[in-house]
């Protein structure tokens, strides 16, 4: 099939370092000795603990329950007997706890109950819900629940489902091995996906530099009759970022500011469609995933690992070189360095490279910014890095947010060409989450506005209310007494002259009578007033609301860069001087 | 590797100091022209420069309490030098490469906070200071075929022997602009451009060789992507299109453009000087706009101001435009393009 491929600009070609880990199939990791598996492995709510310790466990038994439709379910990796659900170390940057499952192998591996679902002639919404209980979040590292992404649009009609097995970063070679191995299962999973979201079109985006994986999709995909386009995409990092991908596909370009639904495309990740299929066709959950081991270890590979086991344990699998100083979990450009080996592999983690000087050598010192342009060349999002930087330094936020600095995705294209070897990435991190932190304490100072508006308003409504109640028992009071003045007088004078004013009455009806007057009068203002302080109350609410103008994504966001955040402190992170978190946690191999 | 912060990987050859020591190599077939025609003494003002500028660069790094080693390794100095030596008359005194130099490094750029934060080209500003100081020294350009040995040109540049006017003449653009007042009509530029000395074949007798090796080295420049083709383009477009619309509407009185194109300091300004990052723009539509008012400035002050060239008058004053072009020029982002 003849498919018209777009570009987009900017990307650079670092040195791809694939070849090492493809030389042996996908191994099979043995059962480490313990597995401990966050409930937290997705975008969203941290799944609910379903377990308790000493009891047993079947393989792909849910262990936490998703907390809402924006969470996901986690499932034991293999039969045995859970010691303890407690706060275990994440695999995170910031080397912080989280809670964990805590399951003692029995070494049976024995299947819990498996229910497969019959996708075909089941609800979509069933379906989706399957996939949620299944745990199937997207694997290329987002860890996005999937089954989110599969409700069309109420408006826009999917035109394009994009399967994203591009694999830019570096030393990566998950995606690739698999569709090399389990291509068939995988164009199943794309099947699947293809009728729950009825996209017109399937391409499916390869990077030009996995011939192999390219055929076997092929292969798979004319096997099953299907007329989905497998396209050799050009070998660019970051290709296989989503909305590159996209653009290179289809010529759709996605905003910060939009999700690509909304433009009528979906991406999905290879291994991400694998798992849904597994679990749909099999009712395997997801428990355990491909991860490659590579870098400075002696035997590269990739291995098809339990969820939950020791990074310890995996990385010893590859048996890591003496001078090895570092452990990355993703790729060279945009992953981090694990602050410890205790962590377990989680769905997240679709690589671990083992780094060396050699490898990595060290950062040359950081000079000032020449304004050469070289960073805004390379941004695949067209962004003008140096100006962002300027400004993330000087602390000037709200002109990077001019710049659109929550466009940047932080690929790091910039800082890979910087001739002053500045860590722009690192100045955009900052900025942003500066940036977020505002905004979550302005909406808090909001929130204790619009609270302490609304106390002085309900205050003055009950003060006033009050003042009503009095008003309207004294006017009804004093109306009783003027019946009983005017009987006086009318059987006194058989007229009603009292109420006329140049009239003397008795004291005691004047009184009365000008008293009723000004209650009356008391009691229509009273009544305004509150009107008027009720709207007044109303219309501070809602300005309290309009300045909390957070879209759910930027509520998102801001939840997400928390995290983020607590890695920066934790490293002691002032961007202007780049923090020097040495890696020793990480540093031993054995 | 700093593991605190992704990429792991950069790229390995790339660094401010390469793109520096390219822009050396740039020059290099100019300066070699220009030797050919003027002798080795101009090497003696190259090295006197870099000399200047890098001891002004210590003062200055130690003033400041900055990195010592990494700074003056840079390279970034010596470009500066290197500029203002070849835009100073090659016989001037020596004592004026060295004001040019340490003008450019402490006034210009290290006053504005050193490297990557002067708004105006540090060469073009020590020019500027120069020509508006010294206006006699700074035109004393020697007369092509006096064949003086490097002795006498080194006594006369250490100033050992006394500077006679003889030895000096008019550049080619400064010999047009004074015929042309001094017979009030009576002379056309074709005829002078035929008929005078100081005129080659296309431009100055013997400049147009050099100013052909700022260009050769620019090109050269611009394919190693160490310089971008829009501002030198423009620069060159803007230049070359006001004088061929004045030469073809009174070809008596204007020269053509090619004249123009290879005389003074037009091919040096457009391949190492509006390409300046630090002080040009940074935006691509940017440097086209940077690039083409400074040509027509630059033409508009070498033909009808006093200055014997506008070169560095037209790129300072583009240089104080440049965060009005840029903030004007921001490329529309990805996914933000009007649809087509």
Redesign the interface.
Known sequence: MLQRLFS??GG?K??TNKSPSVQEAIGFAPLPARLYVPLHQSIGGAANPLVRPGEKVGKGQLIGGADGWMSSAVHAPTSGRVLAVEEHVATHPSGLTTLSVVIEPDGCDEWAERQPIDYRSQPPERVREALRDAGVVGLGGAVFPSHAKLAPAKSVVVQDLVINGAECE?FMTCDDMLMRERAEETVRGIAIFRELLAAQRVLIGIEDNKPEAIAAMRNAVAHLGLDYAVVAVPTRYPAGGA?QLI?VLTGK????S?RSTELGVQCFNVATVYTAYRALEFGEPVISRIVTLTGNVAHPRNWDVRIGTPLRDFVALGEPQRDT??F?M?G??????LPSLDAPVVKATNCIIA?S?GL??????E????????C?DVC?????P??LYWFSRARIFGKTQE??IF?CI?C?CC???????I?L??YF?FAKSEIWAREREKKAADAAKARFELRNAREEREKEEKAERLAKAAAAKAAERKTVVAQTNSDAAGTPRALEPQDTPPATGEAADSAGALDAEALKKATIQAAMERARAQRAGQAARNTDRLTPEQAKEIAAVDARRARQAS?A?APPA????S?DSAGSGD | ???????????ER???R??MLQVLIGLLPGIAAYVWLIGPIILFQLLLATIAALSGEALMLRLRNR?MA?FLT?G?AVVTAWLVALTVPPMAPWWLVVVGSLFAIVIAKHLYG????NPFNPAMVAFAACIVSFPALMSQWPVIGLQLSLREQFELVAGLAPRIDVMSGATPLDAIKTALKVSEGSVDVPTLLATQEVFGNFAGRGWEWVTTGYLLGGLWLWQRKVI?WQAPLAFIAGLSLLAAALWAWQPERFANPLFHLFSGGAMLGAFFIVTD??S?C??AKGRLVFGFAAGVLAYVIRVFAGYPDGVAFAVLLMNLCVPLIDMYT????????KER
Do not use: W
Not at chain 1, 253 to 256: I, S, T
Not at chain 1, 360 to 365: C, G, S, T
Not at chain 2, 114 to 117: A, K, N, R, W
């Open positions: 987009f600009k650079v670092p040195q570096p909305k653009r370009e996605v905003p910060a939009r100083n570092a990355l993703g060279p450009m945009m992953g981090f360095a780094g000087a990595f050598p060290p950062n040359p010192p000079m000032p910014c020449i304004r050469c342009g070289a805004a695949p999002h067209e962004l003008q140096f100006e710049y659109h466009d932080e790091g800082s890979y060409v910087c001739p002053s070897h860590p990435v690192q991190r490293s992170s780049p923090p020097e978190r890696s | 590797m700093d593991f605190s912060t992704p990429p792991y990987l950069l790229l790339t660094s401010v390469r793109i990195p990494m840079d970034s050193g490297l990557g934060q971008g990052p630090v040009g940074t935006t921001q490329p529309p982002i990805f996914g933000m393009k």
